[in-house]
């Protein structure tokens, strides 16, 4: 199995550009997340879904969309990129369980100039 | 949300245990203990969680206190493919499961030296 898979590795953008970060996962987890992680911030929740068709906003959704339309997908959207949208995005996924743990994917590190 | 509190850095040698704590003061009586590491370059990876009891997999120990504000992280016998920052998380398993959002804090980074 290939776990989470995130493309690309690494990208960089001007700003205003747009494009898609990609998340496959093979495990038919129903939940799946975008985090951003930044240096000194930890790792922040941007967007989640809890089945296909389903998104809801994390704590820093401003400037991303996201949709579910497969189990096996959850693809994040920047659509106009700004420089405070460098960081390192990570991918996630569990189990229906209470207490599954995410499994997350290698990220995308994002440069935005 | 509970909020947990752990050291930003620590340092041991190889092969010999890791104590690594977090206090969560302020946790509820539902909430799971999890931890998670990042090695670098890498996603962060589950490690191990608990409720009360002291919980041991292939990967480490969990020893949780009795009042449950506080718990420690054991790591055996370190190698250096241990050095990674650990997340120490409270996980809300009271409410709706849609809203179970894990917040990773800082983490403790950790070195091991040879």
């Known amino acids: 199995n290939a776990g989470v898979t995130q493309t690309p590795k690494f990208q960089v953008l001007k700003t205003g550009q747009s494009m898609t970060l990609q998340c496959a996962q093979d495990?038919?987890?129903?939940?799946m997340s975008w985090y951003r992680q930044d240096p000194g911030m930890g790792l922040r929740l941007i967007h989640y879904?809890?089945?296909?068709?389903?998104?809801d906003q994390g704590e820093v959704p401003n400037g991303y969309n996201v949709s579910r339309s497969t189990t096996e997908d959850f693809p994040l959207r920047l659509l106009s990129a700004a420089p405070s949208q460098t960081s390192v995005y990570f991918c996630?996924?569990?189990?229906?369980?209470?207490?599954?743990?995410?499994?997350f994917g290698n990220g995308t590190r994002l440069t935005v100039t | 949300d509970a909020k947990t509190t752990q050291p930003n850095s620590m340092e041991s040698n190889e092969e010999e245990p890791v104590h690594l704590p977090c206090n969560h003061s302020?946790?509820?009586?539902?909430?799971?203990i999890h931890w998670y590491r990042q090695l670098p370059s890498q996603g962060p990876e589950y490690v191990i969680h608990?409720?009360?009891s002291n919980v041991n997999n292939r990967m480490a120990s969990l020893a949780i206190a009795e009042d449950r504000k506080s718990s420690t992280l054991i790591l055996h016998r370190a190698t250096l493919r241990d050095a990674a920052v650990y997340y120490c998380?409270?996980?809300?398993?009271?409410?709706?499961?849609?809203?179970?959002?894990?917040?990773f804090g800082q983490g403790t980074r950790l070195t091991i030296n040879p």
């Open positions: 998380i409270l996980r809300d398993t009271q409410h709706t499961e849609g809203a179970q959002k894990l917040v």
């Open positions: 302020t946790i509820s009586g539902t909430d799971y």
């Open positions: 879904s809890v089945g296909a068709g389903i998104t």
């Open positions: 996630a996924s569990r189990n229906r369980g209470r207490n599954s743990p995410l499994h």
């Open positions: 495990m038919n987890h129903e939940y």
């Open positions: 608990g409720l009360t």
